[in-house]
């Protein structure tokens, strides 16, 4: 990925990439690791799927430039949050937090920032749940603390969010008032559904959960009640049988049987 051309720190450059790069791999690996890890123990996937990318070269200056800073790779390190991003689509939003609190529980990732827009949308009505963290990379000759940015939602949040940049992409960030109410009254309306789905998921589970506390009180009143009839009944022993005797054998029958079985052998080659 190249900067742009008035732009002479490339050396620098491609070394702070390729932490970037391998900072996104860690969290990648590591996310792998709990999802799998999660769908053992509880018989369910927390994560839908996982998204990453480096930021632009072009979205990196227009940010520098609009926060009135330098274009150089230091001033990338130290202001830009986000060049390297992850973003964790869940299905319900129980699962964000869920998620969120396992990623800090990391020993090795360090939480630098969160910002809850679930709690507190913004005005146009984007809620997801963001956090910065930092992930030491291991070099051959040093160990590198590297940002990274993880944005945490619910398919719901996402599917607004990807439309609403698109649309505002389209007006360049200046779009007519009634398109930003009525994409506003569409972020009203994903929250409803996120929230309707979480409490139907809930009663599900506990559904579920009576299904199978009744199933196991079932058995137990049934092997109870087995226990309770051995104890009132006898169970009469078999008398043990002498074994019957087997009828002689005529000699001529008996060498009979021997020469089929001798040739029974011989036609299969075994003897």
Excluded at 57 to 86: C, F, M, W
Excluded at 217 to 228: D, F, I, P, Q, T
Excluded at 254 to 259: A, E, G, L, R, T
Aim: hydrophobic share 35%.
């Amino acid at each position: 990925m190249e900067l742009p051309i008035f732009y002479d720190q490339r050396e620098e450059w491609n070394n702070a990439l390729l932490l970037y790069d391998a900072a996104l791999k860690e969290i990648n690996t590591k996310l792998e690791i709990l999802n799998n890890e999660f769908k053992m123990a509880h018989q369910y996937n927390p994560i839908e799927h996982i998204t990453s990318r480096i930021k632009t070269p072009q979205s990196i200056a227009k940010k520098l430039r609009h926060n009135g800073h330098e274009l150089t790779v230091e001033n990338i390190i130290k202001y830009i949050n986000d060049v390297a991003g992850i973003r964790i689509i869940c299905s319900f939003t129980s699962d964000i937090y869920r998620i969120a609190d396992l990623i800090a529980k990391q020993s090795d990732v360090k939480v630098l920032k969160i910002k809850d827009y679930i709690m507190s949308p913004k005005e146009n009505g984007y809620t997801s749940y963001h956090m910065i963290v930092s992930i030491p990379i291991f070099l051959s000759n040093r160990t590198v603390d590297t940002k990274v940015e993880i944005q945490i939602r619910t398919i719901a949040m996402d599917f607004w969010a990807s439309l609403e940049h698109k649309i505002y992409y389209k007006f360049e960030g200046n779009a007519p008032v009634h398109i930003k109410k009525e994409l506003k009254e569409c972020a009203d309306i994903v929250s409803y559904l996120d929230q309707k789905m979480l409490s139907l998921n809930e009663e599900i589970r506990k559904c579920n959960v009576n299904l199978e506390e009744q199933y196991q009180m079932e058995l137990l009143e049934n092997y109870k009640s087995v226990v309770a009839e051995s104890f009132g009944t006898i169970v009469e022993e078999e008398k043990e049988t002498q074994p019957k005797e087997q009828p002689a054998v005529k000699k001529d029958e008996k060498s009979k049987k021997i020469n089929k079985k001798g040739r029974k052998r011989f036609i299969f080659g075994v003897m």
